[in-house]
């Protein structure tokens, strides 16, 4: 047998190696590719999972808020935006004592240890009481003051949005109420909303995912709400170029599993003056969810995290995943159902069998339409 000579040899092995390199280029355009169309699909199938948080994905590497990136299928634009919504939230009182007691992690680590609150543009809730800088002498028999380097700990788990409209937010006074908004705003936490009047200070223009919103906070338990201020609302927000119009609202009868006829009444009006979604709080429990004329209402999402120990109802509570898209002019949300429960102030996921017994209790006294839940989600055109 011939020897080969070196110098082909060597031709080989150089070809061999170029070769190897193209191939493992092409693998890593090959994998870029992938992910980027893998970014670009409809993520309303994110919502799609039973019994599991937002962010449990094929890819579960890849959080949802990547899709907020307006892509083009077909020649089509596909705009996006996501919010996770919860209750009442209140950080004083017995919380505070287990906050003490365990850290300011306590009633957020067993959610987040599934990464629960990942994946949104912005998660939100109803702030149940002032970060005042101290607490002040009040005739209150019930007054909340929130410590103020808790903000950190709420924007570690991804808060970025509260109402303020509510009856615990001048516990502290005006001048705890303004403390209260520039630790927020120090902290870049938007906010919006207030306990008496309702003027400028109740709308919050705000970019979410490719969307801009109008965003209301409405407080009915004290001075009841005129429709027709809440109009003139809607009309600016419109005139600054909102496309969907969310109110959030404090309303209802405490302990009520079902909405009474003002807030139904209420909610109605709203709607028909062009608010697109109700999110509801104030009566401490869970009551139903309506879909009026395509727009949702969840009349009370329960509490969030709260010190109310004395009954099953007031530790149990939802959270309300939001996904809006608009593709070819025509916007639709679709909504994911999460039950919770919370121990001693610390909220956590429900067992499987019980979250779907919960659920299945909530939807059938829910008035829903022709609207039908799929695994814990609706998709509602708007």
Partial sequence: MKKIPLFILSLFLLVS???TGLMFGQKKISAK?????????NTSTVFQTENTQVQQNTIE?????????????NNETLKTASILNFGDLMLDR???KQLNKFGSDYPFKLLAANNF??????VAANLEGPFAN???????SIAFQFDPSLITTLKKYNFGLFTLANNHSLDMGSAGFEESKANLKKAGI???GQQYKINDNNLLIKQIGNFKFGLIGLDDTINKVKVSEVKNLIDKAKDQGAEIIMTNIHWGDEYKEISNPRQRQLAHALIDSGVDLIIGHHPHVV???????????FYSLGNFVFDQYFSVATQQELGVGLFFEEKDNQKTVSISIFPLESNLSQIKQMEKNKETKIFDAWAKKSRLGENKFNNFTVKINF
């Fill in 117 to 122: 609150f990942d994946g949104y543009d912005v």
């Fill in 33 to 41: 590719t992938n992910l980027a169309s893998i970014s670009a699909v």
């Fill in 190 to 192: 938007d906010f919006y």
């Fill in 287 to 297: 009551e139903e969810m309506e879909i009026y004329n395509n727009h949702p209402i």
């Fill in 94 to 96: 017995n919380v505070k």
């Fill in 134 to 140: 101290k607490r002040r002498p009040t005739s209150k």
């Fill in 17 to 19: 190696i170029i070769v």
């Fill in 61 to 73: 590497s890849i959080p949802t808020a990547t899709t907020t990136i307006a892509t083009t299928t």
